[in-house]
Structure formats: structure tokens, C-alpha cells
């Protein structure tokens, strides 16, 4: 009776956990970009939702902004009182102090430009309102739930769906075929298909 293994056993060993890996690793891949994806269009409903929340709570209207170059960011403003002309003057960008961070600006965001999301190549892709692109958008929402465009002078209201686009990028800028489409309705209220 021998002790042990030979080399020809454990070399075979090697090969075959090779081979599992080689065969696993697309897959281990696809479901981290798909985390990725998932995370960013989760956080960007729930700064909808907060949005929603906070005006109907609070009786003051809250701005969205939702960039689609650098920065790309979702990010939720603090009005003065209910109606979409208090919005705070607040930068875009959001390194600056205290215009980002300040009492009414950034009070909820998220920002696509963090390692976390910028390392697995995630970004806002396109936001549209029936099938026109809007870039960057930025929307209000009213104490009473209604949502508008900020696009000028005057508030438009929204009467059709948004549909914000994200995905994942290889590091030359090519879609991975790897998205979510946020479809945000008349009322601010956002839910995620695939």
C-alpha cells in the first residue's frame, strides 16, 4: 500500500480545476457586470422614490437632475416651498462645496462617477421622455405627486413616460450588452425592466 499521490494525479487534477474555471469565468463575469447594472438602477429608483416621498411628506417640491456626461449623476434637490420655481441654484458638480452638499442640494443622489460604479464601467446611457432624448434632464416633483420638466422658463408637465437607460461599458466604451431601463411615469413613480 503507497502513501500520497503521484505527479501524473495531480497534474490531471489541475487540468480539470482549469477547465472548470475556464468554463465558469464567463459566467462569474456576466453576473458581476449584472450587479453592477442592478445596483445603479436600484439606487436611481430610490432617489425617485425619495424625491416622491420627501415633497408629499414635507409639502415642498424637490428637483431631479439627472446627468448623462460627467458628471453622470441622479441626484435630488430640496425646493424652499411647493412649487418648482423655490429649486435652490445648485451645481451639477458634485466636488464642489458647499453647492453639492449644502442644506437644500444633494440630499439624496447617486453618482456614477464613484470607483465602485466607474471601476465595472456603468453609466447613464440615455434618458428619453416619448422617445426623445433629453441629456442632461432635469425634472420636479410637487407635494401633490405631479412631475415636470424643468426646461426653461416655465415647468412643462410630464405626460409621457422617461426611460432612463443604464449599462455597462467595456473600457473602450462599447455597450456589454448589459442595461436596464428605468421607465419613470407621469407621477415620478420609477420601476426597473429588463
Known amino acids: 500500500m503507497r502513501a500520497g499521490y503521484t505527479l501524473l494525479e495531480l497534474m490531471i ?21 449584472n450587479t453592477a447594472v442592478s445596483d ?9 422614490r425619495a424625491a416622491r416621498t420627501m415633497a408629499s411628506q414635507q409639502s415642498v417640491a424637490y428637483r431631479i437632475y439627472i446627468g448623462t456626461a460627467a458628471p453622470q449623476v441622479v ?3 430640496r425646493g424652499a416651498n411647493n412649487t418648482c420655481a423655490s429649486l435652490p441654484a445648485c451645481t451639477t ?3 464642489a ?27 447613464i446611457k440615455g434618458v428619453t421622455i416619448a422617445g426623445a432624448a433629453k441629456a442632461p ?5 410637487t407635494p401633490g405627486g405631479k412631475l415636470y420638466e424643468m ?44
Open 75 to 77: 441626484r435630488v434637490d
Open 137 to 141: 434632464l432635469t425634472l420636479c416633483v
Open 13 to 33: 487534477v489541475v487540468v480539470l480545476i482549469g477547465i472548470i474555471a475556464a468554463v465558469a469565468m464567463p459566467e462569474i463575469s456576466q453576473a458581476m457586470a
Open 97 to 123: 462645496v458647499p453647492a453639492w452638499g449644502g442644506v437644500n442640494c444633494g440630499v439624496q443622489w447617486l453618482y456614477l462617477n464613484e470607483s465602485r460604479f466607474q471601476r465595472r464601467g456603468v453609466r
Open 151 to 194: 426646461a426653461g422658463a416655465v415647468p412643462n408637465r410630464i405626460t409621457a413616460p422617461i426611460e432612463i437607460l443604464i449599462d455597462r461599458t467595456s473600457g473602450a466604451g462599447v455597450s456589454e450588452g448589459v442595461e436596464r431601463r428605468i421607465i419613470v411615469n407621469a407621477m415620478g413613480m420609477a420601476r426597473t425592466m429588463l
Open 40 to 48: 445603479a438602477s436600484s439606487s436611481a429608483i430610490v432617489a425617485f
Open 93 to 95: 458638480n458634485p466636488t
